[in-house]
């Protein structure tokens, strides 16, 4: 139906674009993003894109704002250059936290992101890990969500930890905890918070569950300003965990993270490259699976038309 695959990323995370272009064969195409001294941004692809299967790869990590905004004018340089059809490779959605009016007079942002990168023209997205899995209505064209859940449990799957016992920071998490625990076939245990009274100082962590003596895997989604798995860590060494080990999706790793990070008695944080990170936001306890091949097999088997859940045993 549309030609070849072509291959186009913007400058978030050019190491992972490679990784995805290595593990296809198809070599990244070639274009310029300039951003001119009035601060406004600039593409132009170096090759034509006419009747062509495109997948721009763009992550949104810092400079967030920077990174949305060439996402969107690459999408429409592809589709003003009559691109067959265009498939978004977004690994990491920013915004994703504002998906509902939780507070009287605030935005949706994740559907605003939504909006414009439909109305700039993609035809579907790729992605992982949604922060929640209902952004997806947020989109009016077909996408796929994958998870790099399977990469990371794997990883504590090899690690054969005795016993481990999986503990999630957010009760809103607790599913996908579940299922992290069963594949390991652990058991596993919550922390919740607990206001008893009205102001910050009256929150209270309990965990629900046992981690006496056991080695702990934290399990969430991401990890932003570190705050809640510094809270998470230190609640379950008062409740006499052994070792502790962190496991997210998304190192988003914004400050103070790493001065966080840092101080904690946590020997691994087990994370993926759905972002980049900086040499001066690298920790020696972090490890960084990668999300490169999966990502890239999604793309093949969307070019193909085949099924992707088959990838998951869905
Ligand atoms: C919250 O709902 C998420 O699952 C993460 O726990 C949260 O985004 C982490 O944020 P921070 O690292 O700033 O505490």
């Given at each position: 139906?549309?030609?070849?695959?072509?291959?186009?990323?913007g400058?978030?995370?050019?190491?992972?674009?490679?990784?995805?272009?290595?593990?296809?064969?198809?070599?990244?195409?070639?274009r310029?993003i300039i951003k001119?001294?009035?601060?406004n941004l600039f593409v132009q692809?170096?090759?034509?894109?006419?009747?062509?299967?495109?997948?721009l790869?763009q992550?949104?990590?810092?400079?967030?704002?920077d990174n949305i905004l060439e996402l969107l004018i690459a999408i429409d340089c592809l589709r003003r250059?009559?691109?067959?059809?265009?498939?978004?490779?977004?690994?990491?959605?920013?915004?994703?936290?504002?998906?509902?009016?939780?507070?009287?007079?605030?935005?949706?942002?994740?559907?605003?992101?939504?909006?414009m990168?439909?109305?700039a023209g993609?035809?579907?997205?790729?992605?992982?890990?949604?922060?929640?899995?209902?952004?997806?209505?947020?989109?009016?064209?077909?996408?796929?969500?994958?998870?790099?859940?399977?990469?990371?449990?794997?990883?504590?799957?090899?690690?054969?930890?005795?016993?481990?016992?999986?503990?999630?920071?957010?009760?809103?998490?607790?599913?996908?905890?579940?299922?992290?625990?069963?594949?390991?076939?652990?058991?596993?245990?919550?922390?919740?918070?607990?206001?008893?009274?009205?102001?910050?100082?009256?929150?209270?962590?309990?965990?629900?569950?046992?981690?006496?003596?056991?080695?702990?895997?934290?399990?969430?989604?991401?990890?932003?300003?570190?705050?809640?798995?510094?809270?998470?860590?230190?609640?379950?060494?008062?409740?006499?965990?052994?070792?502790?080990?962190?496991?997210?999706?998304?190192?988003?790793?914004?400050?103070?993270?790493?001065?966080?990070?840092?101080?904690?008695?946590?020997?691994?944080?087990?994370?993926?490259?759905?972002?980049?990170?900086?040499?001066?936001?690298?920790?020696?306890?972090?490890?960084?699976?990668?999300?490169?091949?999966?990502?890239?097999?999604?793309?093949?088997?969307?070019?193909?038309?085949?099924?992707?859940?088959?990838?998951?045993?869905?």
């Open positions: 139906m549309y030609g070849g695959i072509k291959l186009f990323s400058t978030s995370h050019p190491a992972l674009a490679q990784e995805i272009s290595d593990y296809l064969g198809v070599p990244l195409s070639g310029e001119f001294p009035n601060e692809l170096h090759e034509s894109v006419r009747g062509q299967d495109v997948f790869i992550t949104m990590c810092s400079p967030v704002s250059d009559s691109a067959g059809r265009i498939t978004v490779v977004v690994p990491y959605l920013a915004y994703a936290r504002s998906d509902k009016k939780d507070q009287p007079r605030v935005p949706i942002t994740a559907r605003l992101l939504a909006d990168i439909q109305i993609a035809d579907r997205y790729i992605t992982v890990d949604l922060h929640a899995g209902q952004i997806q209505g947020f989109f009016s064209i077909p996408g796929d969500e994958i998870t790099a859940f399977h990469i990371l449990n794997e990883y504590f799957v090899q690690k054969n930890l005795e016993d481990a016992v999986i503990v999630t920071a957010d009760l809103g998490f607790a599913k996908k905890g579940r299922n992290f625990a069963a594949k390991l076939q652990v058991p596993m245990a919550f922390v919740e918070k607990r206001r008893t009274g009205n102001d910050a100082s009256s929150e209270v962590l309990t965990v629900i569950g046992d981690v006496e003596g056991k080695n702990v895997i934290i399990v969430d989604d991401e990890i932003s300003t570190g705050g809640s798995i510094a809270n998470t860590v230190r609640v379950v060494k008062e409740h006499g965990a052994r070792d502790i080990y962190v496991s997210c999706s998304h190192p988003v790793l914004a400050p103070p993270a790493i001065e966080r990070l840092r101080a904690l008695p946590v020997k691994e944080i087990v994370t993926t490259n759905t972002l980049p990170i900086p040499p001066e936001r690298m920790l020696p306890n972090i490890k960084v699976l990668s999300v490169g091949p999966l990502l890239a097999e999604v793309i093949r088997r969307v070019h193909e038309g085949r099924s992707v859940g088959e990838l998951f045993n869905e």
